[in-house]
């Protein structure tokens, strides 16, 4: 039965396409492209996007949850920016990395950087 405000169809299809790639000789760049795909896609639930990244992360071992459960006082929208954020700085894309700085900062979040990741704050 379809959740409401949910839809199957397209959360099937990024599982499948992961399946497909993992099944291809373990692709993980193109796998990893898929998830970062899926993260940005607004027409999947936020809640459906979650548990297709928690479910991806069990091949991949990128410790998503692990990164989740630490920032678990952010709201969850706060932590897929964030999480956007993480990887636009690992690909030194630093004007990404700002835009979503400043995206949380309208949200009510402050980011920090230190040697040890992103904090953040309420501010």
């Known amino acids: 039965i379809p959740v409401a405000g949910s839809d199957n169809s397209k959360k099937e299809n990024y599982r499948q396409k992961f399946l497909s790639l993992i099944n291809d000789d373990l692709n993980i760049p193109q796998a990893l492209a898929l998830l970062w795909d899926l993260l940005r896609e607004e027409s999947v639930s936020s809640q459906d996007r979650l548990e297709l990244a928690y479910s991806f992360d069990e091949v991949l071992g ?62």
């Open 62 to 123: 990128l410790g998503i949850k692990d990164s989740l459960v630490k920032m678990s006082k952010v709201p969850e929208d706060i932590a897929v920016l964030l999480n956007e954020r993480k990887k636009a700085r690992a690909d030194k894309n630093w004007k990404e990395s700002d835009r979503l700085r400043e995206e949380i900062l309208k949200k009510g979040f402050k980011v920090e950087d230190t040697p040890s990741g992103q904090k953040v704050f309420k501010s």
